[in-house]
Every structure is written in structure tokens, then in C-alpha cells.
T-cell receptor, first 112, second 113 residues
Framework: GQQLNQSPQSMFIQEGEDVSMNCTSS?????WLWYKQEPGEGPVLLIA?????ELTSNGRLTAQFGITRKDSFLNISASIPSDVGIYFC????????????FGKGITLSVRP | NAGVMQNPRHLVRRRGQEARLRCSPM?????VYWYRQLPEEGLKFMVY????????ESGMPKERFSAEFPKEGPSILRIQQVVRGDSAAYFC???????????FGPGTRLTVT
């Protein structure tokens, strides 16, 4: 079945630094989404991308939908301690209202 | 505007018992999805429902698991005769009719003893 690859499993950065996370797929997705999950909670939607090449920002977060439709990246600028959490990419195969395929997530730690 | 609600948040069952997990979608959302998450893993799709219809159950185990989304009331994920391997976090998500974004509830953490 479909698989999304996120690596490394963990990232450690200093407060104030920028960080970039990549997500790749063996097949094409029509929509890419990035979620953040904190311990004991459900994933929270950060950014949704709908078109190949699209670049979208949400505050200090910027995400891009790769032109091949097989990858996406998320960038966090000027990190702060509350950025700590697990960041998941998710792809949606067809149009609206179909299942999401998730990567395994990247655990981000921010040193003050 | 309340988000997706799930209850209970934590559920402990002995092997062989039944587990019932409930999900109320966001107001105005008519699509419900259930996902399962094992420790240090991503979420795995189980089933997608609209009111009174199962649209896609390709991720649902063939036995012991069932889901419904009745005309009135919450969506229910039911696991019969639970086994230890069913222990996981179960998340419900909902989406509006017009968009692909899925919004997740806080999850139900099922522990089978």
C-alpha cells in the first residue's frame, strides 16, 4: 500500500533555530497535509496543500507541495519551546473526503 | 464552536470483553473517519463513514470490528472480544462536505488487560 517516509525519527534543535522536515512518497498524492501531535492529544492540522508547487505559510510555518506530487516539506522558523511535538505529514490520494495516509512522524525537541 | 469530541478518553477492557468508542464530529461536518495509532507509529486508516453509510472500510480488520454513523447520535467504533493487540489509541476525524481537511478528536486510549 501507500507509504510516506519521514526521517530522521527525531530532531534536536536550539531555540531560535530554523528546522526543515521532509516527507516523500513512492506514489502521487493530490493533497498534502501537515499535523502536529502533542502527548495525549490528537493531531492538530497545521497546513494543507492542494496544488503541485504550492507554497503556503501559517505564522512561522511554511510548507510546500513538491512539483512531482511525491513530496512535501515543512519549515519552522525561529523555533520556540512550544514547537516541541511530533510532526506528521499526510497524503490524500483523490479529491475531497477520502482517507489519509500518514508518515511515522518526526519528534522535534527544542533546547532553550 | 466545539471540535471533534470523543469519549471515553481512556478505556480499560479485559480480554474477551467489548469496547465501544464514540465520536461526535464538528458541527456542520458530515464525514467521519476512524484511525488507529500504535506507540511511535503514524495513524493508520480504518474506516470512513457518512450518515448511515460506510463509504470505505478497507482498513478495518475483517472480524470483531464494526463501525456505524447513525442518522442521530455519534459515530460508534465497536470492537468485540478484545485481545491484547487491540490496545492502541483510536482517533476519530471529521471533514466538511466541501473540503479535504480532516480535524481530529483527542482520541480514546484503549488498554486490554
Amino acid at each position: 500500500g501507500q507509504q510516506l517516509n519521514q526521517s530522521p525519527q527525531s530532531m534536536f534543535i536550539q531555540e531560535g533555530e530554523d528546522v526543515s522536515m521532509n516527507c516523500t512518497s513512492s506514489s502521487i498524492f493530490n493533497t498534502w497535509l501537515w499535523y502536529k501531535q502533542e502527548p495525549g492529544e490528537g493531531p492538530v492540522l497545521l497546513i494543507a496543500l492542494y496544488k503541485a508547487g504550492e507554497l503556503t505559510s501559517n505564522g512561522r510555518l511554511t510548507a510546500q507541495f513538491g512539483i512531482t506530487r511525491k513530496d512535501s516539506f515543512l519549515n519552522i522558523s525561529a523555533s520556540i519551546p512550544s514547537d516541541v511535538g511530533i510532526y506528521f505529514c499526510a497524503g490524500q490520494e483523490t479529491g475531497a473526503n477520502s482517507k489519509l495516509t500518514f508518515g511515522k512522524g518526526i519528534t522535534l525537541s527544542v533546547r532553550p | 464552536n466545539a471540535g471533534v469530541m470523543q469519549n471515553p478518553r481512556h478505556l480499560v477492557r479485559r480480554r474477551g470483553q467489548e469496547a465501544r468508542l464514540r465520536c461526535s464530529p464538528m458541527k456542520g461536518h458530515s464525514h467521519v473517519y476512524w484511525y488507529r495509532q500504535l506507540p511511535e507509529e503514524g495513524l493508520k486508516f480504518m474506516v470512513y463513514l457518512q450518515k448511515e453509510n460506510i463509504i470505505d472500510e478497507s482498513g478495518m480488520p475483517k472480524e470483531r470490528f464494526s463501525a456505524e454513523f447513525p442518522k442521530e447520535g455519534p459515530s460508534i467504533l465497536r470492537i468485540q472480544q478484545v485481545v491484547r493487540g487491540d490496545s492502541a489509541a483510536y482517533f476519530c476525524a471529521s471533514s466538511p462536505r466541501t473540503g479535504p481537511e480532516q480535524y481530529f478528536g483527542p482520541g480514546t486510549r484503549l488498554t486490554v488487560t
